[in-house]
């Protein structure tokens, strides 16, 4: 229920408890412990810039922004039923399992990194941010946005099998999760438009954010080592390989459905 779904953001940020209902009664449980302190995560549509600012990001010294890690598809399940009973005997479920994964993964990268603090970027992540919201009560989130004329076109551009309709479709399906996500869940949000205009004040706002300091080098990501550039981990086309930050392409002058019109003036546009 939405009103449940409030309460408890507020609740889980403000006191790590939250409200459940077990056995048709409502309760007040205690979220677990985390390892991983504050992550920041980048929730976007596709096609938004996201690998450009999670290359920014990187390039600070303390800000570790890996490629996409696609948690969505990151979880842990039970194959035989006493597996469900045996774990649910301990209080924990195939839910909070993956929960604890996650934690366990990222805090583990980030020490890799030597860095002190994560930034996870990959766009499908969005469908799922209530469950990310869950599993981190202190999450700092940064909403990407970007015309969605100009996402519509760039995801037609970038996979040019789909149709139209589909593309359509699939920008669609994104925003409203985003819309829903940026209406329930405190954060910061960044436009792709302003990024690529003035970098050095956007870069300023999330360091602020993030709570670190502004270094000028984040602005010019192409000095800095930030992974195999590969379909599937993110953008790896020529503009973001050119390791400098390009001015964004003219919104194109479509005719948008009725419900991406919708979106598009519910997110500013």
């Known amino acids: 229920m939405a009103w449940r779904r409030q309460i408890n953001m507020r609740l889980a940020r403000s006191t790590g408890m ?16 985390r390892e991983l302190s504050a992550p920041g995560f980048i929730f976007s549509s596709v096609r938004s810039g996201s690998t450009l600012l999670r290359m920014i990001l990187n390039s600070h010294s303390q800000i570790y922004a890996p490629h996409e890690l696609h948690l969505r598809h990151i979880r842990v399940s039970f194959e035989i039923p006493a597996a469900g009973q045996a774990m649910a005997a301990l209080g924990l479920d195939e839910r909070e399992l993956t929960a604890m994964t996650w934690d366990r993964l990222l805090t583990t ?21 209530e ?51 940026r209406a329930a869940a405190p954060g910061i949000t960044v436009r792709y438009e302003e990024l690529t205009a003035d970098p050095v004040r956007e870069a300023r706002r999330l360091c602020a954010f993030l709570g670190v300091g502004f270094e000028p080098a984040m602005v010019e ?49």
């Open 221 to 269: 990501y192409g000095r800095a080592d930030h992974g195999p550039l590969v379909a599937g981990l993110g953008d790896w086309h020529e503009k973001i390989r050119s390791g400098a930050v390009q001015s964004a392409r003219p919104v194109p002058r479509i005719e948008l459905p009725a419900d991406l019109r919708a979106l598009a003036a519910d997110l500013g546009y």
């Open 131 to 181: 469950q990310v919201a869950r599993a981190w009560p202190d999450a700092r989130f940064i909403y990407l946005l970007r015309h969605p004329a100009a996402i519509l076109d760039s995801w037609q551009r970038a996979r040019t099998t789909q149709t139209e309709q589909e593309a359509i479709a699939g920008v669609t399906r994104y925003l409203r999760k985003l819309r829903e996500a």
């Open 109 to 129: 990268v980030l020490r890799r990194s030597g860095k002190t603090v994560l930034v996870e970027k990959t766009p499908n992540l969005v469908f799922h941010w």
């Open 18 to 33: 939250r409200v459940v209902q077990r056995d048709g009664r409502y309760r007040v449980v205690r979220d677990p412990r």
